[in-house]
């Protein structure tokens, strides 16, 4: 069954530093690997997205991904966080066997720190 | 605005009782899903709706059902409900079924059983 990770339930960060918000997978074949951002009392946001291609995946307000398929591992990063950045972060796979839903990790909350 | 819109954004009532969420989908996706967001299970597939027809079912209780209607609008009832069933439920929506097009989420209907 398709699965994906997230072993850390709390990343601190100072303004300014990079961050690094972690998600491993398993799949059996090849994964189609999602992020998501929840604010507080909002929906999920869409972020970015590995299909295939290129392994550094670029998204939204400068976040990108890196897929390793060695190390079956999908981290989030971005250069330079923003205290705007706090929020929760969703790893997720499409399950590709007799449904094509989005399975989420257990999320991490990114806190940023002025 | 993810352009999928869910209604009503909270809800309280009584336990027993039984409520009705209601989801509109982007324009041109057919595909909509139903997730459960608590603090204790993480974001849980509940079922999904294809152009109308049942697509797959997940971590669905007997008491809950859904639909899908001809305008793609998509609803889903909780019956007999109980204080456990106390959760943001998401609605989301994609264009199709292949696994390479991200899902768009709504705000969420916050349920709350007294």
């Known amino acids: 069954a398709q699965s994906v990770a997230q072993p850390e339930d709390q990343v601190n960060v100072a303004e300014g530093n990079p961050l690094t918000v972690k998600c491993t997978y398993s799949v059996s074949g090849n994964p189609y690997l999602f992020w998501y951002v929840q604010y507080p009392n909002r929906g999920l946001q869409f972020l970015l997205k590995?299909?295939?291609?290129?392994?550094l995946v670029k998204g939204s307000y400068g976040f990108e991904a890196e897929f390793n398929k060695s190390q079956t591992s999908f981290h989030l990063k971005k250069p330079s966080a923003l205290v705007s950045d706090s929020a929760l972060y969703f790893c997720?796979?499409?399950?590709?066997?007799?449904?094509?839903?989005?399975?989420f990790g257990t999320g991490t909350r990114l806190q940023v720190f002025p | 605005d993810s352009g999928v819109t869910q209604t009503p954004k909270h809800l309280i009532t009584a336990t027993g009782q039984r409520v009705t969420l209601r989801c509109s989908p982007r324009?041109?996706?057919?595909?909509v899903y139903w997730y459960q967001q608590s603090l204790d299970q993480g974001l849980q597939f509940l079922i999904q709706y294809y152009n109308g027809e049942e697509r797959a079912k997940g971590n669905i209780l007997e008491r809950f059902s859904a639909q899908q209607f001809p305008d793609l609008h998509s609803e889903l009832n909780l019956s007999s409900l109980e204080l456990g069933d106390s959760a943001l439920y998401f609605c989301?929506?994609?264009?199709?079924?292949?696994?390479?097009?991200?899902?768009?989420f709504g705000q969420g209907t916050r349920l709350t059983v007294v």
């Open positions: 989301a929506s994609s264009v199709e079924r292949t696994g390479n097009t991200e899902a768009f």
């Open positions: 590995y299909i295939t291609g290129d392994n």
């Open positions: 997720a796979v499409r399950d590709l066997g007799n449904t094509d839903k989005l399975i």
């Open positions: 324009s041109g996706d057919l595909s």
